[in-house]
C-alpha cells in the first residue's frame, strides 16, 4: 500500500483508514488496515469514489482523534472540479461514523453520484499479521442483507457469530451487487448553484457475545465532543509542572491517550471494570504486565487505575495448571483475547500466561496501591490472590527449587517470557541465545519488590507476621544470591540472564536499571550501574538503549537489542532517583520528553537506537504502536522520578 494509516482509536475499537478516508482490504503486513472490534475485522472496505472514479486528494487525513480530509474529482487546470467533497470520520464503542458533505463549486445545478463501496471480512487479527500463517475455518460463512438503509454483513462458524451493519441517512439510492462480496451504496445528489448536501453513514459492529445495546454516534463532531470530556475529566486534578512546560505537555498528552486506551474488563465478582489496553493497533486487550507497569506508572496521579487492574488481573488469575496457556495456580495471566482464533483453539492466547513477571508485578503494584492511598479494604479483598501469586513464586515459578524466577521457551506462544519477549532479546554480547530455562535479571527484582512488599501487606493488613517473616527472609536471600550469580566483575555491571547451566548471558542491557527500580542492588553495585547507563554507548540521546552499543548483538532498529523503549526508561529513572543519582535521572527525563515534543508531546511504544549525537531528530521504529499505554503513562513516571526540573 502506498497509503499512510491513521489510528482512530475508542476502547476497544479502532479503524485505520488511509489519506483520503479509505479502507482497502488489504491483508497481511505489519499495519492494520479496516475497522477493528474486539480482535476481529469488521470493516474491510470502505472506498468513496465520485462519478465512478476515485477523487483526488486536496487535503489528507492528519492524525488526530477524528480523520478530516479534502477531496474533489479527478480533472486538470483547464476543467476546475466540479464539486468538493469534506470528509470526516470518527470510531465510537463498536461504531463508526462518517459525514461527507459535497458542496458544488458551479453557479448552474450540478447533479453528483457518489458511491461507497462496503464490505466486512471479519478476519482475525492473527490472520493479518505478518508471520505468513494460515488458520483453517471449517464450516465458515458470510453473508450479505440489503436493508432499509443500508445493508448487513454477517459471518457465521458454529456457535460464532459476527455482524456488521452499514446505514446512511439519506438512504440510498441503491445498494449494488460488486461481484465481490463488498456491496456499493449509491447516491445522486443534486446540488443547487454552489449548494451543499451532507451524507452520513453509520457502522455498528456485534462482535460475537457482544449482547449490549449500542448506540451509533449521530456524527463525528458528537464523537469529538464526547472525547474531549472525557480526556478532561481523565486529567481534572493532575498538577502539571508550570516550570517544565514540555514535561506537562507529555504528561497531559499521555493522560488523553490513556483515557482513549480503556477497555471493559470483570472483577472477580463479575463486576464491570475498565482497565489500560496495552496499545493500538495490534494490543488493544488487556495484556498483564502492560497494565501493571502503566497502572503503577500513573499510581500517584490515578490511582483508579490500579483499583480497575487488581481485582480484573485477579479475576482472570490461573487457578489449575493448563500445558497450551502455560497456565499454573496463582500465576496471572499475560494476555486476554476475545477474537474467533482464540474462541476455537487455535491460537493458545483466549488467556494465556507465558509471563515470568505479571505474577510479581501484581504483588508489587497491590503493596503500592494501599501503601499510596491508604485503602486496605482492597489488600483484604485480594488476600487470597496476593498469597496464591506468592505460591506461584516459590513454586511453580522457581524461588524454592531453583533460587529465581525461571521461564522456559513456549513452543505455541513466546520464546521469552519477559518485558523482552520477542526472539533472541535475551541474548549474550555476540548474540548468541541462551540454552536451557532463562533466569532473566529483571524479573528477579520485580520478585524482590513483590516479596518486601507483600510482607508488608501480611504485617500490616493481614496481621500475619509469621507469613511476613517467611517473606522477609526469602527477599533477603534472593538479593544475596542475585548480587553473587549474576553481578560480573571485570564489567561492574550484572549480566542480562543466566542460562539452563547457571552461566551468565553477558550483553549489557538496560534491564539493570529496573533493578534500581526495584531496589535488588546494594547501594554501591547500584551507582555503579546508574552512571553506566548514561555513558554514550547506552545513552542515545534520547534515552538509555535496550542494549549498549558496539556489542556484536546490537542493532538500532532491533525491537529488544539496541531500541529505545520510554517505558524502560522510565524505570530505569524512577531507580535512578531511589538511588540518590538525580542528575542521571533528570538527563534521562530529559531526552524523553525532548523526543516527544518532536512527535506531538506524544511517545511512541519504541524509538529506534540511533545517537542524538548524529541524528537530530528521534528516529522512528517502523513497527511502534501508535498509542501504548506504558509509554502514555511514561511522562507521569517522569514527573514522580525527576518533578518539574
Known amino acids: 500500500m502506498t497509503d499512510r494509516h491513521h489510528l482512530l482509536v475508542h476502547g476497544q475499537t479502532f479503524a485505520a483508514v488511509g489519506d483520503r478516508g479509505d479502507i482497502s482490504g488489504y491483508r497481511g503486513g505489519s499495519a492494520p488496515d479496516g475497522m477493528f472490534v474486539r480482535d476481529a475485522r469488521h470493516l474491510s472496505r470502505w472506498q468513496l469514489t ?37 470528509r470526516e470520520q470518527a470510531v465510537g464503542d463498536a461504531s463508526f461514523v462518517e459525514s461527507l458533505r459535497v458542496t458544488s463549486n458551479r453557479p448552474v445545478p450540478t447533479t453528483v453520484r457518489l458511491a461507497v463501496m462496503a464490505d466486512a ?62 456491496r456499493r451504496l449509491v447516491w445522486t445528489v443534486e446540488l443547487a448553484p454552489h449548494g451543499t ?80 489496553a496495552a496499545g493500538a493497533p495490534w494490543f488493544l486487550t488487556l495484556l498483564g504486565r502492560d497494565a501493571l507497569l502503566t497502572s503503577l506508572f500513573a499510581l500517584p496521579y490515578r490511582p483508579g487505575l490500579a483499583a480497575a487492574t487488581l481485582p480484573a488481573l485477579a479475576a482472570t488469575q490461573a487457578t489449575r495448571a493448563g500445558a497450551d496457556e502455560v497456565a499454573q495456580p496463582g500465576k496471572i495471566v499475560h494476555e486476554v483475547r476475545h477474537g474467533e482464533l482464540a474462541h476455537f483453539g487455535q491460537v493458545p492466547y483466549r488467556r494465556y500466561y507465558g509471563s515470568v513477571d505479571a505474577t510479581p508485578l501484581f504483588l508489587v503494584l497491590l503493596g503500592a496501591y494501599t501503601e499510596h492511598t491508604g485503602d486496605t479494604a482492597l489488600a483484604r479483598r485480594l488476600e487470597p490472590h496476593a498469597r496464591a501469586a ?8 522457581g524461588l524454592t527449587s531453583r533460587g529465581y524466577l525461571v521461564y522456559r521457551a513456549d513452543r505455541g506462544g513466546l520464546a521469552n517470557q519477559n518485558w523482552k519477549d520477542s526472539p533472541g532479546a535475551i541474548c549474550s554480547a555476540d548474540g548468541t541465545r541462551p540454552h536451557g530455562p532463562v533466569t532473566a535479571a529483571g524479573a528477579q527484582g520485580y520478585a524482590y519488590d513483590a516479596l518486601r512488599r507483600t510482607a508488608w501487606l501480611a504485617r500490616t493488613v493481614w496481621q500475619d507476621g509469621t507469613y511476613a517473616e517467611l517473606l522477609e527472609q526469602a527477599a533477603g536471600d534472593l538479593r544475596d544470591r542475585f548480587q553473587r550469580d549474576f553481578w560480573m566483575p571485570e564489567r561492574s555491571f550484572p549480566a542480562l540472564a543466566l542460562d539452563g547451566r547457571g552461566d551468565r548471558v553477558d550483553a549489557l542491557a538496560s534491564d539493570a536499571g529496573h533493578l534500581l527500580w526495584s531496589g535488588l542492588l546494594d547501594k554501591e553495585y547500584g551507582e555503579l550501574v546508574g552512571r553506566r547507563l548514561l555513558e554514550p554507548d547506552f545513552f542515545s540521546g534520547w534515552g538509555v538503549r535496550t542494549l549498549a552499543a558496539g556489542q556484536p ?63 537530530p531528530e528521534p528516529v522512528p521504529y517502523p513497527h511502534a504502536c501508535v498509542r501504548e499505554s506504558r509509554s502514555a503513562s511514561a511522562p507521569l513516571a517522569l514527573l514522580t522520578a525527576v518533578g518539574g526540573a
Not at 493532575?238 to 486506551?261: I, K, M, N, T
Request: proline residues 8%; glycine residues 10%.
Open 50 to 86: 465520485v462519478d465512478g472514479a476515485v477523487p483526488e486528494t486536496l487535503t489528507p487525513v492528519a492524525d488526530g482523534d477524528t480523520a478530516r480530509c479534502v477531496l474533489v474529482p479527478r480533472g486538470g487546470r483547464d476543467e476546475p472540479p466540479a464539486c468538493t467533497l469534506f
Open 121 to 182: 471480512d471479519f478476519a482475525d487479527q492473527f490472520e493479518l499479521r505478518s508471520d505468513h500463517r494460515t488458520y483453517p475455518k471449517a464450516g465458515a460463512v458470510r453473508s450479505r442483507q440489503v436493508l432499509g438503509h443500508g445493508v448487513e454483513f454477517v459471518y457465521r462458524r458454529g456457535e460464532w457469530r459476527s455482524v456488521t451493519s452499514v446505514t446512511a441517512e439519506p438512504r440510498p439510492d441503491a445498494v449494488e451487487e460488486t461481484g465481490t462480496g463488498a
Open 553 to 615: 548483538a546490537y542493532h538500532p532498529l532491533s525491537y529488544h537489542r539496541g531500541s529505545v523503549w520510554p517505558h524502560d526508561n522510565a524505570l530505569i529513572a524512577l531507580g535512578l532517583a531511589r538511588y540518590g543519582l538525580h542528575d542521571e535521572a533528570r538527563a534521562v527525563a530529559h531526552g524523553l520528553v525532548d523526543a516527544a515534543s518532536v512527535t506531538g508531546h506524544r511517545l511512541p511504544e519504541v524509538l529506534a537506537g540511533y545517537g542524538r549525537d548524529t541524528h
Open 390 to 397: 506468592v505460591g506461584w513464586m516459590l513454586d511453580h515459578g
Open 197 to 276: 448536501a451532507e451524507l452520513v453513514l453509520r457502522v455498528i459492529a456485534r462482535p460475537h457475545g457482544d449482547r449490549r445495546a449500542l448506540r451509533v454516534p449521530r456524527s463525528p463532531a458528537a464523537v469529538q465532543e464526547h472525547l474531549i470530556a472525557r480526556e478532561g475529566a481523565f486529567m481534572e486534578g493532575v498538577a502539571f509542572p508550570s516550570g517544565w512546560p514540555e514535561l506537562a505537555a507529555a504528561c497531559a498528552r499521555g493522560l488523553a491517550d490513556l483515557a482513549a486506551l480503556q477497555v471493559p474488563a470483570t472483577g472477580p465478582d463479575g463486576e464491570e471494570l475498565r482497565v489500560p
